[in-house]
């Protein structure tokens, strides 16, 4: 008898746990609905803005055959401007959803950070005016380790960072980029620019999705909102750590990440995933 109540107690008591894991678990999917129900409703704000502008633009340019040619040409640009930022958001939208599901194959490789520096370094300025970028300097010693890291994706997360160090300082400012030991496994890479700073409170939220801090801004400045969201995924994939610091308004900004350094060339295994 004291066997078989011993044995309903063990039973109860998996019983109750599981349905107290029912009750996390339920919890947990609560939680994601609201949150995918908050992306959509963001995500669904964002595009549609630049879509209302757009129509806006199409119907007086239809409606209105004899629209001064001034007038016209600033139409057809901001039609054509918000068109790019739909397509912009949409891309981000795209590149952060594939990292946050894991849905992304990851080819790691021992990489110099040098070379990778230099290749965001000439995209940004193919992508760019340079007359109108500030002076940028890059301070990578040359016998710094190299680092176990997909390539591409780390000129992604550099070139992100350079873009917007470049986007918040004025021309006549300055950004460097320099990399330098973390201890003695991690390599840190530290983008600092002369810019327009972030205040202390915001050097997390800015990693948040679709935050930028003033929202006419992103009609100046372009960009999605998304950029350091994606960067942040990419880091933490690769096994590092990226943050933001600012001595506030006007003081301009460090954007900090780090990456393992490469180990030994022959027990460097590939395509594994890095440890977190
Ligand atoms: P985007 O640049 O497309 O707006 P990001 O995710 O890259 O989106 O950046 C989010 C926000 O963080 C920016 O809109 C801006 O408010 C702030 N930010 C990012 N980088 C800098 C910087 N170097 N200096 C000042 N503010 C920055």
Same mark, same amino acid.
């Given at each position: 008898?004291?066997?078989?109540?011993?044995?309903?107690?063990?039973?109860?008591?998996?019983?109750?746990?599981?349905?107290?894991?029912?009750?996390?678990?339920?919890?947990?999917?609560e939680?994601?609905?609201?949150?995918?129900?908050?992306?959509i409703?963001?995500?669904?704000?964002?595009?549609?803005?630049?879509?209302?502008?757009?129509?806006?633009?199409?119907?007086?340019?239809?409606?209105?055959?004899?629209?001064?040619?001034?007038?016209?040409?600033?139409?057809?640009?901001t039609?054509?401007?918000?068109?790019?930022?739909?397509?912009?958001?949409?891309?981000?939208?795209?590149?952060?959803?594939?990292?946050?599901?894991?849905?992304?194959?990851?080819?790691?490789?021992?990489?110099?950070?040098?070379?990778?520096?230099?290749?965001?370094?000439?995209?940004? !300025?193919?992508? $760019?005016?340079?007359?109108? /970028?500030? #002076?940028?300097?890059?301070?990578?010693? %040359?016998? =710094?380790?190299?680092? *176990?890291?997909?390539?591409?994706?780390?000129?992604?997360?550099?070139?992100?960072?350079?873009?917007?160090?470049?986007?918040?300082?004025?021309?006549?400012?300055?950004?460097?980029?320099?990399?330098k030991?973390?201890?003695?496994?991690?390599?840190?890479?530290?983008v600092?620019?002369?810019?327009?700073?972030?205040?202390?409170?915001?050097?997390?939220?800015?990693?948040? !999705?679709?935050? $930028?801090?003033?929202?006419? /801004?992103? #009609?100046?400045?372009?960009?999605?909102? %998304?950029? =350091?969201?994606?960067? *942040?995924?990419?880091?933490?994939?690769?096994?590092?750590?990226?943050?933001?610091?600012?001595?506030?308004r006007?003081?301009?900004?460090?954007?900090?990440?780090?990456l393992?350094?490469?180990?030994?060339?022959?027990?460097?295994?590939?395509?594994l995933?890095p440890?977190?």
């Amino acid at each position: 008898l004291v066997e078989a109540i011993a044995t309903q107690l063990g039973v109860a008591l998996i019983q109750a746990e599981s349905y107290a894991n029912l009750e996390d678990l339920n919890e947990q999917l609560e939680a994601l609905e609201r949150t995918r129900s908050n992306l959509i409703a963001i995500t669904g704000h964002e595009l549609r803005t630049p879509l209302s502008t757009i129509q806006v633009c199409l119907e007086s340019l239809a409606n209105e055959p004899d629209m001064m040619p001034e007038l016209r040409q600033v139409m057809l640009n901001t039609a054509l401007s918000d068109a790019e930022r739909m397509r912009n958001l949409i891309q981000d939208f795209i590149t952060l959803s594939r990292l946050e599901s894991g849905r992304v194959e990851w080819h790691f490789e021992s990489i110099s950070i040098d070379e990778c520096v230099d290749l965001a370094l000439s995209s940004i !300025r193919t992508r $760019q005016n340079t007359e109108t /970028l500030p #002076r940028i300097r890059a301070q990578v010693p %040359l016998e =710094l380790p190299p680092v *176990r890291a997909d390539g591409e994706w780390l000129v992604e997360v550099l070139s992100k960072l350079l873009d917007n160090a470049c986007k918040f300082t004025e021309p006549e400012g300055e950004v460097i980029i320099e990399a330098k030991p973390n201890g003695g496994k991690m390599l840190e890479v530290t983008v600092t620019d002369t810019g327009r700073g972030i205040e202390p409170n915001r050097l997390e939220a800015v990693f948040d !999705r679709f935050y $930028q801090e003033e929202g006419a /801004l992103r #009609r100046t400045a372009g960009g999605t909102g %998304l950029g =350091l969201a994606i960067c *942040r995924q990419i880091v933490l994939s690769l096994g590092g750590q990226i943050w933001a610091e600012s001595a506030g308004r006007n003081q301009g900004s460090q954007f900090h990440f780090t990456l393992p350094i490469a180990q030994d060339p022959e027990s460097e295994q590939p395509d594994l995933p890095p440890n977190p």
